[in-house]
């Protein structure tokens, strides 16, 4: 591990004066008023891996800052300590947005990263980036995004600390093996008879077992921030650290700010042996073999450990909506975003009443039942007369006259002629 006091790009323009700044676009060092363009040296130095056991029994007079020039303040409302190069000054926080009061002082001495990823995102890709992430969201008040557009990102460098070691792992517990049983039972049918059947009933027989496995694991990423949400963080990978991590130069830093460590390099040890127990528990189940396994306890010993202490880049947007803080997060190599975001009552409501209105129309629609029903100040259609079944009456019997002749009954005689 390199203790001694880096070498430090100077950052003065060499044409108009001005300080440089690192470009992600340009990947150079570059001067914002009169577009001077200077390369970071790049040096044929590997990434060295640091031997833990040496570290934890090294004098701690022999840390060091990240360059002869940084400097440092400390967040009053949320207790962050954040690094920065000359000429850029701490405005706000970026992590809960308070603005910084303190004075800034020379950067306390710590452990010199190994190795940092430059930013490749620029400051407009990340907020194109974050917009669009809160377009997608829905629920979010109206505000937010008016406010998302207002408030400043700020390019952090996030401490890591990543692990190799070589485990061995020694285990006792049991081997269950399935084996099937025929079994007769009766059961009634649907004709209410009583049947006989015959089924297979599956069982477990168990066999003690202990063995040892082994396994080396390699880069396991720790953050050493306590400042932002571990599982957002942990959702920005991958960072593809066997293609973007460099050897550590203070030059990457100039107008961007680092965060100091806020876990020990112990205490990230102890967060590594979380993440490998999984990994070290799927190798015992599958050398114990058979069905199912049963695993009673595991004892591991942990060999040739080695670290790295690494910066990664973030752009942060903090802000305060109702009085609550809210953090969004934009890995600044891939675009990929993660954050906080408030909810708007008033907007589920609306959905919740749209959903019901919508609900009842279609039920409407499909029942026919939307005739019925009346708009206030529209005309409405007349009711239509609806044609009854009329009832069945009995008439009363009518007597006709006949023209047809009466038997048995004498006509009156005819008249005689008169003649003279």
């Known amino acids: 591990m390199n203790t001694s006091e880096p070498n430090v790009k100077r950052f003065p323009c060499p044409s108009c004066g001005a300080y440089l700044e690192f470009n992600p676009q340009a990947g150079k060092l570059k001067c914002g008023y009169c577009g001077w363009e200077d390369a970071i040296p ?19 007079t022999t840390l060091t800052t990240l360059s002869t020039t940084a400097l440092e303040v400390k967040c009053n409302d949320c207790g962050a300590s954040v690094t920065f190069e000359p000429p850029k000054v701490a405005g706000k926080c970026p992590f809960c947005a308070s ?29 194109q980036s974050i917009q669009k992430w809160l377009s997608n969201r829905w629920f979010a008040p109206s505000a937010l995004k008016s406010l998302a557009q207002q408030e400043k990102i700020q390019g952090v460098y996030l401490p890591f600390w990543t692990y190799d070691c070589y485990t061995l792992s020694y285990y006792q517990g049991a081997r269950g093996e ?22 297979q009933v599956q069982h477990t027989r168990w066999w003690p077992v202990a ?9 396991i990423l720790i953050p ?19 293609q973007s991590l460099r050897a550590y130069n203070s030059s990457y830093l100039a107008g961007f700010e680092a965060q100091r460590s806020q876990l020990s390099l112990s205490q990230g040890f102890e967060s590594a042996k979380n993440v490998m127990a999984g990994t070290i528990h799927f190798d015992v189940c599958r050398d ?17 450990i080695t670290f790295k202490h690494i910066l990664l880049p973030v752009w942060l947007c903090a802000y305060r909506y109702q009085n609550q ?4 997060m934009v890995n600044a190599r891939t675009a990929e975003v993660q954050g906080e975001r408030p909810y708007s009552v008033l907007k589920i409501a609306a959905a919740v009443v749209s959903g019901v209105v919508l609900a009842g129309a279609i039920y409407l629609l499909f029942t026919g039942n939307w005739k019925y029903i009346r708009f206030p100040g529209l005309p409405q259609p007349e009711p239509q007369p609806t ?7 009995t008439l009363p019997p009518v007597s006709i006259p006949s023209t047809a002749p009466v038997p048995n009954k004498k006509l009156p005689p005819a008249p005689v002629p008169y003649s003279n």
Request: charged share 25%.
């Open 42 to 60: 790049q040096t044929a130095e590997e990434v060295k891996e640091n031997s833990y056991e040496q570290y934890l029994q090294v004098d701690r």
């Open 224 to 242: 050493a921030t306590t400042s932002v949400d571990r599982p957002r963080l942990d959702a920005l990978e991958p960072w593809h650290l066997n």
């Open 325 to 328: 803080r809210y953090q969004v």
């Open 178 to 199: 399935h084996y099937y049983v025929t079994e007769t039972y009766t059961e009634t049918n649907a004709n209410g008879e009583t049947e006989t059947k015959t089924r």
């Open 99 to 127: 603005p910084i009061v303190t004075q800034p002082v020379k950067a306390s001495p710590g452990v010199q990263p190994e190795g940092i990823v430059p930013f490749e995102i620029t400051d407009k890709q990340a907020r």
């Open 211 to 219: 063995g040892r496995v082994d396994r080396p694991f390699d880069d």
């Open 288 to 304: 114990i073999g058979g069905d199912v396994q049963q695993v009673h306890s595991i004892s591991t010993d942990y060999n040739a």
């Open 387 to 393: 044609s009854l079944p009329v009832p069945r009456q």
